[in-house]
């Protein structure tokens, strides 16, 4: 469903808003020129000519076309031959007249976004633009597609001051589109993905948004309208990468190699991933906003975090990988019936297949636990989530 976006000036946001129609069309035309595109093409429109993607590209004219006849069908190309299934729920927390902040945990850098963006569009509801690190435009053909995607693009690897200002820049961005009920943002709620699968909310994303406000801190965050949202894979996207980069940081900075994001998309992308759901929680309310309100300094930061963290664990489909992987980390049959035999060693050998494609003198022991980590620790989320419930105490 296209809804025309509302006119609002952006012109002191250039250097971080997406693409206008006119400068999608330009950039889009110019990719359709790159030899890359004749390969996606076959790839992904088989039972086109060659030329398909290409044309299309050529002939381009908004964003929302290029959603609609390019993104759209990639993003179900993806599922259909790469996921066993797919599922979402939640979709009524949202409501299609209201612009609102998805405030995401962040699990493969195109994925998550773009199967949030799929699920709105079948749905009727106008997509959201998208922030992503300035890290992923590596080149120009790179900079065409996202920003042709809706992306706004978010500084990184910059001195204290420039950080600050390009914060102050990104949250009235994000204040002014909302408020102006122009177009919804999706955000991760951490920088980068989570490595360790545990997913919490950066304190400083928070004040970040709250930089941008003129009123006081209720209503600051009331009208951000921000609806938490959870995507649970069965595989983890690049699991054996995340583990890898886990276990190197241990021992000294973690440097990416060139090409590395790149190549983390396109593991990402391609790679099985068995089982996806997407949950879409409730909005914050008035209620739990003021409540943090009522808080001193940080505290108050932390209970809006608090609040995003708690739909987001709730929002977590567990998978019998997640289970298996916690027994075996923890040498318990806790969750013994939720899974059978043959699902154990299924997942040891996929286990030891990745461990076994990555540098050989990485220790294999912590490895291994590193990797189980990363599957084990949502069930450990929701553990310490019906602890919470039980006796009171803020545990998250």
């Known amino acids: 469903m296209y809804i025309p976006e509302r006119m609002v000036d952006l012109s002191e946001f250039q250097s971080i808003s997406p693409y206008t129609d006119a400068e999608a069309a330009e950039a889009l035309s110019k990719l359709a020129d790159y030899p890359l595109v004749i390969g996606a093409s076959q790839h992904f429109f088989p039972d086109e000519s060659p030329e398909y993607l290409k044309n299309i590209l050529k002939s381009i004219k908004t964003i929302d076309e290029f959603q609609v006849l390019v993104m759209q ?17 939640g979709i009524s927390n949202i409501d299609p007249d209201k612009k609102f902040l998805a405030l995401s945990n962040h699990r493969d850098i195109i994925l998550d976004p773009a199967i949030t963006q799929l699920v709105l569009y079948t749905n ?3 997509m959201t633009e998208i922030a992503v690190g300035d890290n992923l435009i590596t080149n120009k053909a790179i900079e065409y597609l996202i920003r042709s995607n809706r992306m706004i693009k978010v500084v990184r690897g910059i001195s204290a001051r420039e950080l600050y200002l390009s914060s102050q820049m990104l949250s009235k961005y994000i204040r002014l589109n909302i408020t102006e ?33 003129k009123a006081d801190f209720k209503q600051n965050f009331e009208e951000l309208n921000i609806i938490p949202m959870s995507i649970s ?42 089982n996806i759901h997407l949950n879409i929680g409730k909005p914050l309310t008035s209620e739990e906003i003021a409540q943090a309100a009522l808080c001193d300094k940080n505290d108050r930061y932390q209970l809006i975090r608090h609040a995003v963290d708690i739909r987001v664990v709730e929002g977590y489909r567990l998978w019998k990988n997640n289970y298996v992987a916690y027994d075996i980390l923890n ?3 806790r969750y013994s019936d939720k899974y059978e035999q043959a ?37 450990v989320s929701k553990e310490v989530l019906a602890k919470e419930k039980e006796t009171g105490e803020v545990l998250l």
């Open 233 to 274: 894979y069965e595989i983890e996207p690049c699991d054996i990468l995340k583990a890898r980069e886990i276990v190197i940081s241990r021992q000294k900075k973690y440097v990416k190699a060139e090409g590395e994001d790149l190549n983390s998309i396109m593991v990402g992308l391609m790679q099985p991933k068995g």
């Open 343 to 379: 699902d154990v060693e299924k997942f040891v050998a996929y286990m030891e297949h990745q461990l076994a494609t990555v540098e050989p003198e990485l220790d294999r022991d912590e490895l291994r636990k590193v990797f189980l980590e990363i599957y084990a620790n949502p069930v």
């Open 181 to 213: 009920q122009r177009s919804s943002i999706w955000l991760a709620q951490r920088q980068g993905r989570t490595k360790n699968g545990y997913d919490v909310t950066e304190q400083g994303l928070l004040k970040m948004l709250d930089m941008s406000g």
């Open 124 to 126: 009727g509801i106008p």
């Open 73 to 89: 069908k990639l993003v179900r190309w993806v599922i259909e031959h790469t996921a066993h299934n797919f599922s979402y729920d």
């Open 331 to 333: 040498q318990s049959t």
